[in-house]
Every structure is written in structure tokens, then in C-alpha cells.
């Protein structure tokens, strides 16, 4: 058995070449290239993300491809105190990045939410990126930017049509227990859009926390931010350029009606009626391209098919009275016209008027 000394001197040369080895690592995991990439991996407590959407225009709405084009600007508030710094030896409390400054400082720097809207159709456009961090640790995002938004248009009341239309924000690959969002207190961002053909209902905000503690212990809860507002068609133009010229159209094909057989030929009657039924005919190939193509019929599209309707039906009464005054019931064929004349009008504005209400009340989607 070793004596008692050279056993302390060999415990004390192991433990010297341990602390020699493990050296180098300890100085490796605080070097400054290990602590800039700390700051890249999400804080390992919740971030509480206060976020805000104003929106500056809805450049274009299509209703068939079901998108719609925003330019609108996101700002965001978060703290992340590995950030904080000292104002007095950096000479400002603040650190201000914009454009390709802050896009980079984002990526390969630090840590953000990094949002992402969800029901983009493609990848945005950020027209400017402004970035700051404060002293404190505090950071301030701000972006402009532009993107399509899918959108699901249901325009069976086309054109007293009535949407929701939104954004959805969330931090890209951030579970709920990294990124919670908190609504603004006050907003700072402004509402801009301008629009003759839709009125803009009130500007809605519905932030969803993201908080995973709320959820079910097996469940993975994100944080979203959903910005929207409800729009309503101004039905003005549709209606002065084709809805009532539609209407005056068949109100004409009546005038038949009023046509004695005793002094006119059967001749004479059908071509108002098909002179009626090509007006409309063009009239529809006239003014189709300003409505959307769609696989449902829309209110337009109703009152179309009910005018083409009593257009023909007007054609068969011309048919029904002369052959009743061709078979020398010249009494008959009157009172064919003579009931027309009232007939005609009620059942076609009644008829139109229930297709109208059917088309409003009852939700196919």
C-alpha cells in the first residue's frame, strides 16, 4: 500500500489535470461567439408580446380568386433583458436599426417572435423594417408591409353582400410557452382605407394569449392575433345601371298586352316580346364582366333568370291569345290580355321579390 503523502500528491495531480482540461470549456462556453448565439434561442421563461395592426389600404379585392390585397403595418413590444446595455457608455439609451440594418440584426443577432401571417397567399413584402432596443432591454418592431390574404367570399347577396374580412398573426415556430400576446392599450397605428364600394364597419382586434398554462396539458398553444373588420357593398351602382334598366326592359316586353289582334298581326306582338328578349340577352353579355363568376347564383343572377322567365311566358300568352282569336274567340283572347295586364306585373315583382329574399335570408354556402 502507497504511503499516505504520495497518495495526497497523486489525488493532487489529478485534480490538477482535470481543472487543466475542463479549463479550456468553461472559457469556451462564456467566449463573446457563445453568448451572441444565447441570444438567438427563445428566453426560457414566457415573453409577453404586445402586438398591433394598422391598416393603410385594401388595394384590391377579388372576389372569384377569393384574395384580397392589404398595405398595412405591424408594430410589436417585448422585453428581453440579455439585450440591456449600458446607455451612458454607448452614449444613447437607445439602439435604432432600420431597413437591411434591422432585418439582419433579426436574423443573425437576436431572438424575435419572428410573425408570420398565416393565411398569406405567398410571402410579403416588407417595404421597411425599423427595429430598436432600448437599455432596459425593451424592444420596439415596427414593419410596412403588403401581402395577399386568402379570404373566403360568399356572395349569394351580391350586391347587398356583406363581409368579415381578416389577418392572422402568430410567431413563427413558437409554442404558447414561449411567446404570449398581449393587446395594446391603446393603439398608435391609424386606419386609412378609403373606399367608394364598400362601407367599413368598426376596426376589430381579437388577441388570443397563446398562454399554454390555459390550455390542456397535452395541447400546444400558440399565441394569435387576428385583425379585421366587417365590409358592406355599397349596392348603389348595380342597381341605377343594371337592376332597374333590367326591370324597365320587361316592363315594355307588357306592352303587348295592350295590342288588338283586331288591328294587329301576331307578327306585330312577337317581335316586342323577342325584341324584349334580345335586349336582355345583350344586356346580360354587356354587363357580365362586371359581375364576379361564380358556381352559386347571386341576387343578379335571380333576377336575370326570373326576367327570362316572364319574357318567355310573355311570348307564350302572345301565342295563347292569337290562337284564340284565330278560332273566332275574339272575347277569349281579351280577356287573356286584359288578365295579363295585371297578372304579368304582380307575379313577376312577387316572384322577384321572394328569389330576392331567398337569396339574403337563406346562407348556401
Not at 443573425?108 to 405567398?122: C, L, S, V
Not at 368579415?164 to 398573426?169: A, G, K, M, V, Y
Not at 368598426?202 to 397535452?218: H, K, L, N, P, T
Amino acid at each position: 500500500m502507497l504511503p499516505r503523502k504520495i497518495q495526497l500528491t497523486m489525488t493532487l495531480i489529478v485534480l490538477t489535470l482535470c481543472y487543466l482540461r475542463a479549463g479550456p470549456a468553461v472559457a469556451l462556453a462564456q467566449s463573446p461567439d457563445d453568448k451572441e448565439a444565447q441570444l438567438l434561442i427563445p428566453p426560457s421563461f414566457p415573453t409577453e408580446v404586445t402586438v398591433d395592426l394598422g391598416i393603410g389600404d385594401i388595394t384590391s379585392i377579388n372576389e372569384r380568386d377569393q384574395v384580397f390585397e392589404v398595405d398595412a403595418q405591424l408594430a410589436a413590444w417585448w422585453v428581453d433583458e440579455r439585450l440591456a446595455f449600458d446607455a451612458e457608455a454607448f452614449g444613447d439609451d437607445q439602439k435604432i436599426y432600420q431597413g437591411e440594418a434591422a432585418t439582419e440584426k433579426l436574423k443573425t443577432e437576436i431572438w424575435w417572435p419572428d410573425f408570420e401571417i398565416t393565411d398569406a397567399r405567398g410571402p410579403r413584402d416588407r417595404m421597411f423594417v425599423e427595429l430598436a432596443v432600448f437599455d432596459d432591454g425593451s424592444v420596439f418592431y415596427r414593419e410596412r408591409f403588403r401581402v395577399f390574404i386568402g379570404q373566403p367570399f360568399f356572395l349569394g347577396a351580391f350586391p347587398f353582400d356583406e363581409h368579415f374580412i381578416s389577418l392572422n398573426i402568430e410567431p413563427f415556430s413558437q409554442a404558447g410557452d414561449r411567446v404570449v400576446f398581449l393587446e395594446p392599450e391603446e393603439s398608435t397605428l391609424e386606419f386609412g382605407w378609403d373606399t367608394n364600394e364598400w362601407s367599413i364597419g368598426e376596426f376589430e382586434r381579437i388577441i388570443d394569449s397563446g398562454d399554454a398554462s390555459e390550455a390542456a396539458a397535452e395541447a400546444v398553444s400558440f399565441a394569435s392575433a387576428t385583425f379585421g373588420m366587417t365590409i358592406s357593398r355599397n349596392p348603389s351602382f348595380y342597381i341605377s345601371n343594371i337592376a332597374l334598366p333590367l326591370l324597365l326592359i320587361v316592363a315594355i316586353s307588357w306592352a303587348v298586352f295592350w295590342m288588338n289582334f283586331g288591328e294587329m298581326h301576331l307578327a306585330d306582338r312577337l317581335s316586342v316580346s323577342f325584341t324584349s328578349v334580345l335586349t336582355v340577352v345583350a344586356f346580360d353579355f354587356v354587363t357580365s364582366d362586371t359581375l364576379p363568376k361564380l358556381p352559386y347564383p347571386t341576387l343578379l343572377d335571380r333576377l336575370l333568370t326570373v326576367s327570362y322567365i316572364f319574357l318567355a311566358l310573355t311570348v307564350l300568352e302572345n301565342v295563347i291569345a292569337h290562337t284564340l282569336h284565330e278560332k273566332g274567340n275574339e272575347a277569349g283572347a281579351a280577356r287573356v290580355d286584359k288578365l295579363s295586364r295585371w297578372l304579368f306585373p304582380v307575379s313577376y315583382y312577387l316572384v322577384l321579390l321572394l328569389a330576392m329574399l331567398w337569396g339574403i335570408f337563406i346562407n348556401v354556402e
